[in-house]
């Protein structure tokens, strides 16, 4: 008895091992039906590698819980604890909410915990827009006859993104238009774009420096990477002195001349590809917003009163002031009806013209 009771004893000091959940139900299971599905596999590469590394990183940390028990103040937990890069932090709770999305609709979750959980990174206006100071100087150092002015106007005449501009040639032709699938998105929801050809840029398609396949190529004559292509473009931005500048700039910049001359939301979003009337509606409120202001200043020099001369301060003045010539034309203060003016040249005399 004494050597069963000392067992018990020993038995009641360990603790109890954890229980723990059904592999069906750990985020491990989960990750790896999303691996598996049609709608992973409709992503480009490109999204394939990021959303490997950052759910991957988290599945990691996390594989063994539940998923179903996965609340809100997990989510929240989950982005402090990256909150030393907030774009990594928010990026993750973006990829969070997409992926409980997609367990909603394979009735694996009933709610999205990553619903509502605020971004810790302050808004930002995005890539700068390039101003056409900054257009200028790029096609005076990137002359006609360059790859680099090929894709610059690319870019800036057709809006096209990188992954377009790596990738449009001959084929997207037809007679004065150029019609093709914008890459983003184009195994998910394809967007067909057609616009046409501008001057500017037919131009810059030179015999020896456009290609056919894509307009852009390399050196030795193959296509750009996407990749490559940006990284090709950053070096000629800075060749211009431009590092402030990039390629989405560019496409930012095409948009607010649409919008600055007239260009609608639907007429936006048909140029651009845009599938949110909301991203096209950004552009036309900010153009509005710029015409209304030279609108009222406008209105206001046309009921600023006439400026008039007072003729009796000339007596006052130096005797070199009273010798000053004048050279500008002046409203003649009523002599001779309203709207009037003459041009004086004549010294100024003992206050009198």
């Not at 006609?144 to 809006?159: P, Y």
């Not at 936006?268 to 409120?285: C, P, S």
């Amino acid at each position: 008895m004494d050597a069963y009771f000392k067992a018990l004893n020993e038995l009641a000091g360990k603790p109890k091992p954890k229980a723990t959940a059904p592999r069906e139900e750990t985020f491990v299971w989960l990750w790896d039906q999303f691996l598996r599905s049609d709608e992973f596999a409709a992503f480009d590469e490109a999204t394939k590698r990021d959303k490997r590394s950052v759910l991957g990183r988290f599945v990691a940390g996390v594989g063994h819980l539940p998923f179903r028990k996965y609340r809100r103040d997990d989510v929240k937990a989950s982005q402090r604890k990256r909150a030393t890069t907030p774009a990594a932090a928010d990026k993750l709770v973006k990829y969070l909410k997409a992926w409980f999305n997609w367990a909603i609709d394979k009735k694996l979750l009933e709610t999205n915990p990553a619903i509502g959980v605020e971004k810790i990174q302050p808004p930002s206006k995005g890539f700068h827009s390039w101003t056409s100071a900054e257009v200028e100087p790029y096609r005076e150092r990137h002359p006609i006859g360059t790859k680099a002015r090929l894709a610059m106007e690319l870019m800036l005449q057709v809006g096209a993104r990188i992954s377009d501009a790596a990738r449009v040639g001959r084929q997207h032709e037809q007679g004065n238009m150029l019609a093709f699938t914008a890459y983003k998105n184009r195994n998910s929801s394809p967007v067909e774009i057609v616009v046409p050809i501008q001057d500017e840029l037919r131009q810059a398609m030179v015999p020896g420096v456009v290609g056919d396949l894509t307009y852009l190529v390399t050196d030795g004559g193959a296509s750009f990477s996407i990749k490559g292509l940006g990284n090709k473009f950053r070096d000629w931005c800075d060749q211009a002195e431009l590092p402030h500048c990039s390629a989405h700039g560019l496409r930012k910049a095409a948009a607010t001349r649409h919008a600055e001359h007239g260009a609608t939301a639907l007429e936006l979003m048909a140029i651009f590809g845009w599938t949110k009337m909301e991203t096209a509606e950004i552009y036309v409120r900010a153009a509005n917003k710029r015409r209304l202001a030279v609108n009222a200043f406008a209105r206001l020099d046309d009921h600023r009163p006439p400026k008039s001369v007072s003729l009796s301060g000339a007596e006052k003045a130096s005797e070199t002031k009273r010798r000053k010539t004048l050279a500008k034309p002046m409203p003649e203060s009523g002599i001779g009806g309203p709207g009037r003016t003459r041009t004086c040249n004549q010294t100024v005399m003992s206050g009198r013209l």
